[in-house]
């Protein structure tokens, strides 16, 4: 039958574990990579972002690695914790003036205790 | 809180309603923006307003109308609306030119 809705990749870790999440962007001339996590009810939050002339960043408990030859955005989590179950999306934008984002599907973050 | 709120937070309409989404920002940002997150589809930019002008339209249906008579408002008019409507609404706002966007809780539109 049907979907009821987005079919969104799941992922599931034990709490205190490291978690990945990958995305594949689709514009080779998007310089600005944005992640965002939206818990259930809630519009999506901003998490880390970075620019296309670097590779990593890091943030409190985040990091984000960019492979601009593979067109590839990962976000590691580390000690995942039950609060960080959501559903995780990456965004693109190439266009400094327009800076409008062009999101990914997402990716549901499941925390086990 | 981001400093961003939408109101109402639901709504239910028929087709034949005429209704209005808000939002608004307190952030002393400058450029806002209409998103859509449906069940099915990832999340779409429908309008963008920069310095209170529409600078983007993503060929969005007549039936929804944007107005933003200021730059801490932004306002989503909706008219005739189809039951495929039915979705969160996403108010979001940064600075012209600026990269990061704050998001409000959304809108869950449900069209009847």
């Known amino acids: 039958g049907e979907s009821v809705g987005l079919h969104l990749p799941t992922l599931s870790v034990q709490e205190g574990d490291n978690s990945i999440i990958n995305c594949a962007y689709s514009?080779?001339?998007?310089?600005?990579f944005i992640w965002y996590k939206q818990e259930s009810g809630k519009g999506p939050q901003f998490i880390i972002d970075?620019?296309?002339?670097?590779d990593k960043r890091q943030g409190q408990r985040v990091t984000v690695l960019l492979n601009k030859t593979v067109k590839h955005l990962s976000l590691q989590i580390a000690a995942t914790q039950p609060g960080d179950s959501a559903v995780y999306f990456c965004?693109?934008?190439?266009?400094?003036?327009?800076?409008?984002?062009?999101f990914g599907s997402g990716t549901r973050l499941q925390v086990q205790p | 809180e981001t400093g961003v709120t939408q109101t109402p937070r639901h709504l239910v309409m028929g087709m034949t309603n005429k209704k209005s989404l808000k939002c608004e920002q307190h952030?002393?940002?400058?450029?806002m923006y209409w998103y859509k997150q449906s069940a099915k589809k990832p999340l779409e930019l429908m309008f963008v307003?920069?310095?209170?002008?529409?600078?983007e339209n993503n060929s969005v249906p007549s039936r929804f109308s944007p107005e933003c008579p200021n730059s801490s408002h932004l306002f989503l008019h909706l008219h005739t609306l189809q039951p495929e409507d039915s979705a969160l609404y996403l108010c979001?706002?940064?600075?012209?030119?600026?990269?990061?966007?704050?998001f409000g809780p959304g809108t869950r539109l449900t069209v009847l």
């Open positions: 965004a693109e934008s190439f266009d400094t003036g327009r800076r409008a984002l062009t």
């Open positions: 970075i620019r296309s002339n670097m």
């Open positions: 979001a706002s940064s600075q012209a030119g600026g990269d990061e966007q704050f």
């Open positions: 952030l002393g940002h400058n450029a």
């Open positions: 514009n080779s001339a998007s310089d600005y």
């Open positions: 307003y920069s310095l209170e002008e529409r600078v």
